[in-house]
């Protein structure tokens, strides 16, 4: 049986000299719980692996123990596979953006919102942005870029689902990565 690939994204590790996870440990840490075709992608911790047996949300869970256990604070850690990933980025409703990173962003929800939430969200996003739902990916088109946005950090606040943001060139770095593996 051939291993299906993953990619796990983190949330809050190495933020502002907070919670310091060095890469190299992060890939030591999932070869030591027997994944392969470890590799990790900036510092934010997204890391692509292999795995031989386990869904996304089983092996989501298993990160996350492991990860406490040996980091000692808790990381939310989304875990996606490659078709997940070639859906993202296929689906994209803002192509004119796609060709600069800094204002289009995804970010991988928990779960899908309900309509309620995302009534709420849309009440807030009063400013340059725009945003859309699609599953359990929010996309958002900030024109000023991410770190003047405003009613970026209202997302996670008022639409009340957890989930990590990545720009666009980490998404698609991300894809290629995912994607050579898959290859392999």
Known sequence: MSATVFVALFSGIN????????????RAFFEELGFTDVASYVQSGNVVFRAKKGDAATLAKQLEAAFEKKWGFHSRIMVRDLGWFERLVSENPYPEVAGDPTKLHAYTLERQPTADEIARLAEKCIGPESFEVKGDVLYLKASDGLGKSVFANLIPRTLKVPGTARNWRSVLALLEMAGEAGAK
Request: charged share 25%; no cysteine.
């Open 15 to 26: 933020v502002g000299g907070n919670r310091i996870v060095k890469m190299a440990e992060l």
